[in-house]
C-alpha cells in the first residue's frame, strides 16, 4: 500500500523549508518563521485599522479588536486581582501570537509553527522566567516560601520540597506539551483523512470518489473542531500564564 | 387622559427596564467562556475532553521532569539506578500534587 508514494506522510507537513526564497535561504529563514512575521504583521494591523475609527458605535474590525482587549483585560484582572493590568501586554501579546499562529495554520499551505515543540518550549520558558522574575521581585527570597507551604510538619520536609520543585519546573514542559500534542496531532488527522480520500480514489476508481465524501465529510467536522481547538489553547496558555503570575504575585 | 398617559408612560418605562435588563443579560452573556460558576475550579472551561487531557500532560510532564532530573545526577555522580528510582517516585507525586491543583479547591480566590 506504501509503495510509489501513496502511503500517508502524515508528519511531512512540519517539516521546516525555507522562506522567502534565496534571502532567506542563506539566513535560515524558515517558513514556520514567515507565518509568525505574518501573525505579528496581522495582530498589529488587527489593533490598528480596528482601532483606528474610534468609533462610539463599533464596526465590525472594531469589534473584534475591542473583544479580543477586553477578553484579555478581564482575564487578567479575574485571574491575578488588580495587579493583574500591569502583566496584561504580556498575557495579550502571548495569546494573540498563538491565537493567530493556530488559525493561520488552519489555511492550506500555511506552516502551523505552534506544532512545533521549540516553538511552544520557548514561549512556555519566557512564560516561567517570566513568572519567576515577577515572583523574585515581589518577595525576594521570601519566594523559597513557596516550596514548603506554611503548616506542613517539619519531618515531611524533605519529602515535600523536591515535589513541589518538580511541580514547579514541570510547569513549562506541560504548558508547551500540551499546546504542540494539541496541534500536532488535530493537523495529522487532517492529513490522514485527507489521504484516505486519495488512496480511495486511486484504489477504486469512480466508486471511490463515492466511498471518499466520507473521509471529506470527517474534515469538515475536524476544521470545526480545530477552530475550537485552536481558540481553546490561545486561551489555556494564556489563563494558565495567567494563574502562574498570580501565584507569583500572591504566592498562593 | 391624564391618567391613561401616566400609565402608558409606566409601561413603556418599565418594558425599557426590561428591555435594558435583557440586553444586559446578553452582554453579560457576551462575556465569552470564564462564566464564574459552572466551570472548573481554576476557571478553565468544563469541557471533560479538555479537563482529561490537561490531567494527562500534567501528569506526564512532572514525570518527565523527574525522569530527566534523575538521569541527569545519574550520569554526573555514576549512581544508576539510584537518583532514577528516587525521582520516578517523586516525579509521580509531583504529578499528582499537579492534578491536584488543577481539579482541587483554589486558595486564594
Not at chain 1, 31 to 58: C, D, H, Q, T
Not at chain 1, 242 to 251: F, P
Amino acid at each position: 500500500m506504501a509503495a510509489n508514494g501513496s502511503g500517508i506522510d502524515a508528519l511531512g507537513q512540519f517539516r521546516l523549508g525555507h522562506g522567502l526564497g534565496e534571502v532567506g535561504g542563506a539566513v535560515n529563514f524558515t517558513n514556520s518563521n514567515e507565518i509568525m512575521m505574518l501573525a505579528g504583521v496581522l495582530i498589529l494591523g488587527l489593533i490598528y485599522f480596528g482601532m483606528k475609527p474610534r468609533a462610539m458605535v463599533p464596526g465590525r474590525l472594531q469589534a473584534v479588536a475591542e473583544m479580543l482587549y477586553d477578553f484579555i483585560h478581564t482575564m487578567c484582572i479575574e485571574q491575578i486581582g488588580e495587579e493583574g493590568k500591569r502583566y496584561f501586554p504580556f498575557v495579550f501579546t502571548l495569546f494573540s501570537f498563538i491565537l493567530f499562529g493556530n488559525l493561520l495554520g488552519l489555511f492550506p499551505y500555511f506552516f502551523t509553527f505552534t506544532s512545533h515543540i521549540a516553538v511552544t518550549g520557548a514561549l512556555a520558558l519566557l512564560v516561567i522566567v517570566l513568572v519567576t522574575g515577577v515572583a523574585l521581585r515581589a518577595h525576594g527570597l521570601h519566594f523559597f516560601t513557596y516550596f514548603f507551604p506554611a503548616g506542613v510538619p517539619k519531618l515531611l520536609a524533605p519529602l515535600i520540597i523536591p515535589i513541589e520543585i518538580l511541580s514547579y519546573l514541570s510547569r513549562p514542559i506541560s504548558l508547551s506539551i500540551r499546546l504542540f500534542a494539541n496541534m500536532t496531532a488535530g493537523h495529522v488527522m487532517f492529513e490522514v483523512f485527507a489521504s484516505f480520500m486519495i488512496m480511495l480514489v486511486g484504489a477504486l476508481g469512480a466508486f471511490g470518489y463515492v466511498l471518499a465524501v466520507g473521509p471529506l465529510v470527517i474534515n469538515i467536522a475536524l476544521m470545526g473542531f480545530e477552530l475550537l481547538v485552536a481558540f481553546l489553547q490561545a486561551y489555556v496558555f494564556a489563563i494558565l500564564t495567567c494563574i502562574y503570575l498570580h501565584d507569583a504575585v500572591h504566592l498562593h | 387622559m391624564s391618567q391613561n398617559g401616566d400609565e402608558e408612560q409606566e409601561r413603556g418605562a418599565a418594558s425599557f427596564e426590561a428591555r435594558l435588563a435583557a440586553a444586559r443579560d446578553r452582554r453579560g452573556l457576551d462575556q465569552p467562556p470564564a462564566p464564574p460558576p459552572e466551570t472548573a475550579p481554576d476557571g478553565l472551561s468544563s469541557n471533560a475532553l479538555a479537563l482529561g487531557l490537561r490531567v494527562g500532560v500534567e501528569l506526564l510532564s512532572a514525570l518527565v521532569v523527574a525522569l530527566a532530573i534523575g538521569y541527569g545526577l545519574d550520569r554526573w555522580l555514576h549512581t544508576r539506578p539510584l537518583f532514577l528510582a528516587v525521582f520516578v517516585l517523586l516525579g509521580g507525586a509531583a504529578g499528582v500534587l499537579n492534578v491536584w491543583r488543577v481539579v482541587g479547591p483554589r486558595p486564594g480566590k
